[in-house]
Structure formats: C-alpha cells, structure tokens
C-alpha cells in the first residue's frame, strides 16, 4: 500500500504539464537516437548532460529516462529494416526481424515488436515498482565492505563474464577505472595521473569519454570500412495490423520475454544481450514451427524485443537503490545524479521521493507514449532512416564538437576526444567491449571510496571483506565467475 | 597453431605499456604520511598491475593465435583515403575552432566527413553542414545557455 501511495505521488509529479513536456521531448528523440544508427542513448545523454546546470534533477530525469527508453523501441525499427544492429542487444530482432521484412511482412515485424516493447516495458516498470522498495530495505543493510563487494561483482560480469573475451573485458574495464582515477583524490588531495597538465586536475569529464568513444570511435571506424557498406533500407510493406495469427505467436512470447529480461536485468550483471539470447532459444524450442527460425519467425522478433525492454528496465533497479550502474547509458545517468549531489542508493527513495517516483511514474507514462510514437507514426521514423551517411556522421561528429566544447571552450578537450575516439576506433577493431570503460569509470572511484572507508571502519584490517558473510559470499560469486570458464575450458581440453 | 599477427601483437603491446605508464605514474603520487596504509596509490597499484598481466595475457594470445574474434573483420582492409578526409576534418575543426569559431570550423569538418562518407557534393554539403552548425549552436548556446564562445559568425547572431 506504501508503495502505491508513492507511486500515487509520483504520478502527480510526472503529470503536471511541463514534465509531461519534458517525457515527451525524451521518448521522441530517443526514438529517433534509436533509429539512427550510429547514435544511442549513452551518447544521447552523456551529450545533453549539461542539461543538469539548468533544469531541476526531476525534469532532467525524465528527459533521460524517456531518451533510454525510446531508444529501445526506435533500435528495433533499425535493426528489422536496415539488418544493421545498432547495438548488440538487437542483433537477435535482426535475425528473424529483417527476414520478415525482406519478406513483406515489415509491418507485422516492427508491430510485434513495438507491442511487444509496450508490454515488457509496462511490466519491467511495474518490476521496478514493487521491487525497488525490496531491494531499498535489504540494501539499507549494506555498509562499506558490502557496497565494494557488490562493485566487484559489477565490474566481473560487465567486463568478464558477458562478451566474447574476458582479458579484452577486463583490459578496457581497468581502462576505464584509470580514467576515473585521473584528478585530484577527494580523500587525500592528491593529484593523480594528471602528467602535470594543470586541466586534468579536475579529472576526465565522462561526457568527452563517451562521447569519444561512442561517436568518435564509431565514426572512424565506419569510414575505415566503408567499402563493407550494408544494404540498404527496406521499405515497410505489409498492413501494420497484426493478423489474428500473429496475435496469437506474438503474446507468448511478449510475456515470456518479459519474464527473462526483467530478473536479470535487474541483477547486479545486467546486460541485454543475454536474456535476448535466452528468450530467442526458448521461443526456437517451444514453437511449433520451428523451422521457420531463420527465414522470419514473429516470435523471434516478440519475444526478445520484450526481453531487450524488460532487461532495460530492470537495469534501473540496481542504479536507483544501490548506486550500481550496469550499463553505459546507466553510468552516465549515475554521473548525472553525481552532478545534482545526489547519490543514488537506499536514501535516495527516503532523500528524494518525488524525484524517484515522478521517475518512475514517466516511465509509465512514456511507455504509453512510445507506443502511439512507434506504431501509427513509424512511417516517420523510416524516413529518419534515410538520412544520407555523409550527412548524418558530418551532423553526429558537429553535435560531439559543440557537446565536448561546450564544457569549458578548450582545445585541450577536443584532443581528449580524438585520443579516446582514435581508442574507440582500435576497441572496435580488435573485438573490445567499450561499456566497461564507462561503467569503470563512474564506478572505479566509487568502488575506491567504499574500499577505503571499509578498511577505516576495520582500522586497516582487509578480512573484513572475507569476515561479513554478504560480502563475502558476493566476492565468492565473483571469483567463481571468473574460475569457472577458466576451469571448464581446461578440463574440455584434458578430455580432448 | 602458431600464427603470429602483427596488429595483434601491437595492442596487446599498447595495453602493456599503459599498464607500465600507470605503474611510473602511480610512484609519482605524492603521499602524506597520514595515509600510509590505506592511501590514494593502492587501487592505481591494482589498475597498474591488471593492465600488465592482462596485457601479458593478451600477447600470449595473439602470439599462439588463440585471439578469436569477428575474423572477417581483422582481414578487412582499411579504407584508408575516407579515415585520410575524416582525420583531416577532425584537425582542421581543432585547430580553427579558437580562431574562426565553432560554426565555420564546424563546417569545414563536416563537409570532409562527408567526403570521407563518399559524397561528392562539397557546395551542398557546406550548406547542410552551416544549418546544421547554427541549429547545434543556438540550441546549445541559446537554449541551453552552454558558451560555445566567440568566433566570426556568432558575433553576427
């Protein structure tokens, strides 16, 4: 009942006018950021973040949260017409997605997969509902030793246990933690890694770093292979009502979807890419026509477009009550948060309560929105899509310009961002995730902090994070993810 | 299976020697004695020595061959003339951007990213890139109320 009288009131905060603007304004352009390839809601956001210096932390918020979510839906567009992923957690709605388009079921395709968003989406804030004042109790629980312990599992399964390599994971999480550490240390005062440079005293601003890499590096990298161009757009054919059969294939799937997508995206792991796998796999299984997997089976395009929204909210449950980002477009909204003073955790729900539930309560109200933005008007979303490259990468790399310069007017900060966007570049290249170098970043002092302040806690005594049972066992978790692939490649190859 | 690759062998080089750079830097913070045991270096130290070893693991890899990755996309060949116009766009905005201001720096940058992307059409693109330069400009610096700072067309507006 609490929980509804807060959401009651976070409904009156969302609702007035002008923060109904401010959704509206976050679910379109993060619909058409989804679209564009080349272009997501880390980048989207980390751009906007001087935003922060202007408006109040909850217009701010649902701006952001309507940006993260429209992006999920406009992905999908991209990925059934263009067969282009603009990130990895759409390759799956690709796969059966295109070849429905191909196949002149576009319509149907981006249909399921909008509906399918609107029905994960609902339910993974519903999630976020009931389970953020869950988890707000048992984390109100957790001292110093208990917070590092939960950053160590963090840092492992973003970095090492999700992508195709855990030394290329770990190398640009560590990255990224040097990138946070550059500045003055808050507890000692002590410059660190600045090489003299009187501008880095300050630290790296995580706008340029991701920025760098998600615009920079992506761009360099597409022109560098652009003789390997794709395929062009398909055009949407087919009635955009479902027919009754698709109905039928298409709700299974949606829930079933949702139901993977949520609980692990609300782990401390987090990441799409697994429950969109998941979700895939189960519907190839359960289907009664199983070879039509492959040549554009609706449920392959329903069910993990629904596990993709549901994981993407299940995300905000983890950075809302603990602080723990565990996505890229997640650690820049923490960074966000850091900018306001405010430090998401358990307190946030006591501190703030209408910046959160007003949160919430948009997200809910976005959803809706992003429904009626994505299924009568896709028409324009396509056209979006037939931006020329040459104008669309010259207009992303002027809004990297104006974003990084805006900062301070300094050159030195433009040639950050093509240092980290040359970096961003060879990560592409040589197959190295780029979202552990912003989760180490925000989450690498943090970490270092909480670190610090448990050893103070137990005067110098490093068992204490072996002695409390929670952190222990967390650190337990994270050594067996990191030993078990190891060990299980060995014997695979004793008995080979 | 060995099947050394030079581009391989660079990176994992490149991760090494960060990890020795962050090493040099880490003994170059200064420590009051207040911290001694639990001071600013521990975690530089722990970043320091992962970079290394893992760079290390890295070299292995690339030295036995047993680096896996998108295959196709080690053996592509790199189009060198469109990074060629791209770098240049990216220069030449740096190095007018104080001078000229951000708009015609701007511009210049995106009609050679343009160019990088194929186009052919620099009078087009120039007009594209100066809408778009303005409409970044005043959204961020008029809106926003972000300083982009002076240059030759902001004055005007």
Known sequence: METLAALGNGFAVALTPINLVWAAVGVTVGTAIGVLPGLGPALTIALLLPITFKVDATAAFILFAGIYYGAMYGGSTTSILLNTPGESATIITSLEGNKMAKRGRGAAALATAAIGSFVAGTFGTVGITFLAPVVVEFALKFGPAEYFSLMVLAFVTVSAVLGSSAIRGLITLFFGIFLGLIGIDLQSGQPRFTFGLPELLDGVNVLIVAVGLFAVGETLFLAARRKHAPEGVLPVTGSLWMSKEDWRRSVGPWFRGTAVGFPIGAMPAGGAEIPTFLSYWMEKKLSKKPEEFGKGAIEGVAGPEAANNASAAGVLVPMLTLGLPTSATAAIMLSAFQSYGINPGPLLFQTQPDLVWGLIASLYIGNVMLLVLNLPLVGLWVKILKIPEPLLYGGILIFATIGTYGISQSPIDLVILYVVGGIGYLMRRFDFPTAPVIIGMILGPLAEQNLRQALTISQGDVTTFVTRPLSATLLAISLLLVLLPVIWTLVRRRRA | ?157
């Open chain 2, 1 to 157: 299976m060995f099947s050394l690759r030079w581009p391989q062998v660079a990176v994992a080089s490149g991760v090494l020697l960060l990890g020795l750079v962050v090493l040099w830097q880490t003994f170059q913070i200064p420590v009051s004695p207040l911290y001694a045991r639990i001071g600013p270096k521990v975690v530089p130290f722990a970043v320091s020595f992962g970079l290394i070893a893992l760079g290390l693991a890295l070299a292995v890899q690339s030295v036995t061959g047993r680096w896996t990755d998108e295959a196709e996309l080690q053996d592509e060949p790199v189009d060198w003339p469109s990074l060629g116009w791209l770098g240049l766009g990216l220069v030449l905005n740096l190095t007018l951007i104080g001078p000229l201001g951000f708009v015609i720096a701007s511009t210049l940058m995106f009609v050679c990213v343009a160019r990088a992307f194929g186009s052919r059409r620099p009078l087009f693109d120039t007009g594209v890139g100066v809408i778009v330069a303005l409409v970044a400009y005043l959204g961020f610096d008029k809106v926003l109320g972000i300083n982009i700072g002076a240059g030759i067309l902001e004055g005007l507006l």
